[in-house]
Nanobody, 120 residues
Framework: QVQLVESGGGLVQAGGSLKLSCVASKGAGSFWNMGWFRQAPGKEREFVAIISWSGGSTKYGDSVKGRFTISRDNAKNTVYLQMNNLKPEDTAVYYC?????????????WGQGTQVTVSS
């Protein structure tokens, strides 16, 4: 059973930064594409970013391009999401996602989520 564990969420003022981390259970994450989705109350789940298993390719949702950066460290089975210039509309639960597909659609494995709250 693959496990994904997120951390790094919290409360930040608009314009601030946060860095999320997601650790995959040993061996599970190295060969998979890993990404982030988010869901705000009353809204549909939204694609945020994905990174290929090698780290050589990335995609971002339009609302976060230029502000968020996804990266990974396969030696640590960890994917990161650096979030800069945060806006109140970035407030959501952020979920780590992993699996064999590379694209905007989610893969099968999810973390439990971490709350990000941006105050105005």
């Amino acid at each position: 059973q693959v496990q994904l564990v997120e951390s790094g969420g919290g409360l930040v003022q608009a314009g601030g930064s946060l860095k999320l981390s997601c650790v995959a259970s040993k061996g599970a994450g190295s060969f998979w594409n890993m990404g982030w989705f988010r869901q705000a109350p009353g809204k549909e789940r939204e694609f945020v970013a994905i990174i290929s298993w090698s780290g050589g390719s990335t995609k971002y949702g339009d609302s976060v391009k230029g502000r968020f950066t996804i990266s990974r460290d396969n030696a640590k089975n960890t994917v990161y999401l650096q979030m800069n210039n945060l806006k109140p509309e970035d407030t959501a639960v952020y979920y780590c996602n992993a699996g064999p597909r590379y694209g905007l659609a989610p893969n099968n494995y999810w973390g439990q989520g971490t709350q990000v709250t941006v105050s105005s």
